[in-house]
């Protein structure tokens, strides 16, 4: 099969699906056409993915399919954006049906699940590399950006944490246990937290997704806002399935490890309180920004631990 044939087979029916959405031209020209509607602001981000870095080999390709969307779409979700279209950029090393069919199945699901539609790539080959750009919008200026913590603000995180980091332990678990089949979905299957966008916009300070970490990602809200945070451990929520699993150590998966793709945001206290129930209770407030630099821990500073926690590319030994 040709390189036109597999993108028109396997790529071409994720495009033209949404009606109302900005993209209006999808693949088959030279570039895809996006119309940003008048007062508002084009939002984008591009995540690459590789075999044996950001995903294990001999991965199943439908998950593949929706993590790499799911991933690419949180970032969306954690500067406040609607989603609108993304673009695809595939590296294969051989052309396999199989696989191509799985992982479009997957890559459509989220697009669907995402409100994400496919605007165009490029098909390459090569070692397995998933590139995808997403595009969403927001109303001009009302991006939310990591520099807006300030002091006394509330720190909050969406859903709970550490699940999919518990999960790595049983990739490869012959015959999982409920609780090991709960993390493991939690993996297979992140949900972005794109139904608070739009909440997040008026109510937050400052956003994060948790991909890398708790500590290295709200690490990067404490940089980049000049500010330093008290977090209280006791106060992380951590799913009954995590605690079954790894008792005393499911603190430590909520902390250091990635891949939840849940939110963590601050909140001035007077948006707080202004904040509707219906946000709140997807929320648990685990401490408050402080002017001095640092990040405490139940009192105790692990914003240098914090950096490597994150996973750093050319930092860390694989
Ligand atoms: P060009 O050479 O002009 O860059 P290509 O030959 O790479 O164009 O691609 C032809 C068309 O197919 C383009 O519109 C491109 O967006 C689309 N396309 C290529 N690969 C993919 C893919 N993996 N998913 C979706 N669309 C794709
Ligand atoms: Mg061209």
Redesign the pocket.
Known sequence: MG??EL?RRY??P??GRQESGSLILG??????IQRIPAGRDLVFSVDALVEGVHFPRNYRPDYLGWRALAAAASDLAAMGADPECF????TLPAVDEQWLEDFSMGLRKASEAFGLE??????TSGPLTLSLQVHGTVEQGAGIRRSGARPGDLIAVSGTLGDAGAALDYLSEPAPSADMLAVLERYHHPWPRLDLAGAIRQYATAAVDISDGLLADLGHILSASGVGARIESARMPLSPALVRLKGEKALDCALRSGDDYELCLCFSRENWERAPESLKRQLTVIGFVDAEPGLYLDGVDCSLEAVPAGFDHFRSEL
């Not at 496919?118 to 098909?123: E, I, K, N, R, V």
């Open positions: 390189e036109f993108i790529f071409l994720l495009a693949p088959g020209d030279d570039c895809a673009t695809l950029a595939l496919l605007a165009g790539g490029d098909t």
